[in-house]
């Protein structure tokens, strides 16, 4: 998403906007996705902070006729928020969830539940997490080597 973001800037900046900012990337290039909180460059911006880039852009008082050169409407500022926060708010919950996979209560507490009381959530916990190299096999147990189609 970030990419195609920043893409999006380039043309802007080569055209009419010169001084818009880039929205960070904190996760590092593929195939490998790492997250990195802290590594954004100078001319980045997080997405939590896109609100205040685009107030600037933003209708203030579309009663007052004080629109004609603000590009985003009010309402659409307020969207924009909202998803920035809430993309934020994930970014900022990622590390602590990321630790999850490699805690051993919680492979097991998930192992107990899809081999004794939940099969149909196996499979969409397997589809799911296989995204992520992980899988479930019939002994219930996470891991990236092992056979998830039984």
């Not at 996760?27 to 980045?44: C, G, H, I, K, V």
């Not at 799911?128 to 992980?134: E, R, S, T």
Request: glycine share 6%; net charge negative.
């Amino acid at each position: 998403m970030a990419a195609q973001v920043n893409t999006n800037i380039s043309v802007l900046q080569a055209t009419s906007y010169p001084n818009v900012v880039y929205v960070c990337n904190p996760f590092s290039a593929p195939p490998e996705y790492n997250y990195q909180p802290d590594n954004f460059l100078a001319n980045t911006v997080r997405i939590g902070d896109i609100p205040k880039v685009l107030k600037v852009f933003t209708c203030s008082d579309p009663n007052n006729g004080t629109c004609e050169n603000e590009l985003i409407s009010s309402s659409n500022y307020k969207t924009v928020e909202s998803y920035s926060n809430s993309v934020q708010s994930l970014r900022n919950a990622y590390p602590g969830m990321e630790s999850l996979v490699e805690c051993q209560s919680v492979k097991d507490a998930f192992s107990e539940i899809l081999r004794n009381h939940c099969k149909p959530l196996k499979r969409n916990v397997t589809d799911g997490l296989g995204v992520n190299g992980l899988s479930v096999n019939d002994h219930g147990v996470f891991g990236s080597d092992m056979d998830s189609t039984s």
